[in-house]
């Protein structure tokens, strides 16, 4: 090869601006000017992949992906039954499925018993079961007195209009008495605390009205009513 031609080539892989190279390759002759442009592209691409191998940053790594990270609630519910188990209620609405408020009324099991035929000095005995069918514990279990209120039994009736100070409860928990004394006196009372109740699990109550021994004709066909609410909180 020409040694001008050589010089010239030198010079071209020394040109860095790109209007110095095109000057540069039109002054050549074109079988010298090709040759010299695929040297000069060889060595930018040869020095560009070196680049490129040289920059690459390589090591080891390591990762753990938690694909099941789940949070869920549990539920808080009241099961109530007669004894025998032969009526049952439910905080949960419907069939037991919808919870709803998850607070009802249990208008079929009567805890004074329903008896309409009481005289004085009678007593009768009512027992029922509060279970907790929930998956949590219920950290507080109260009992919640309403108001009492007397009505009419049947057509005849007496003029008294305090029955309810008449009617004597007695409510136990098991064995440990939780109220006694009089529906008057238990009407409106501040809430009982009945301690805990883990998720399975049920306390059983007992209630005994007696209609009070000094009881008169005046409180002949006369009735007393008063609602109690069990309330489980977690």
Known sequence: MNTSILVKIAKLLKVTPQSTLRGTL????????MPAVMLVGGVAGTAALTYSISGTTSGFTASIQNDTNTAASGTLLMQEQN????????????????IGTNSATCSTINK???????????????????????????????????TCTQSANGSVNGTATDLCAKMQILIQQG?????TGTLATLANHAAFSLGSLAPS???????????????????QGLAASLPLTYTFNS
């Open 83 to 98: 004894v025998g188990a032969t009526v049952t209620c439910l905080s949960t609405t419907g069939t037991g499925s919808v």
């Open 112 to 146: 004074f018993g329903g008896s309409t035929t009481m005289v004085p000095g009678t007593a009768v005995v009512t027992t029922a079961t509060i279970r907790n069918t929930g998956t949590v514990s219920a950290a507080t279990f109260t009992l919640t007195p309403g």
């Open 175 to 179: 064995t440990t008495t939780v109220f």
């Open 26 to 33: 039109a002054t050549l002759p074109v079988k010298v000017a």
């Open 201 to 219: 699990t049920s306390s059983t109550f007992t209630y005994t009205v007696t209609l009070d021994a000094t009881a008169g004709n005046t409180y």
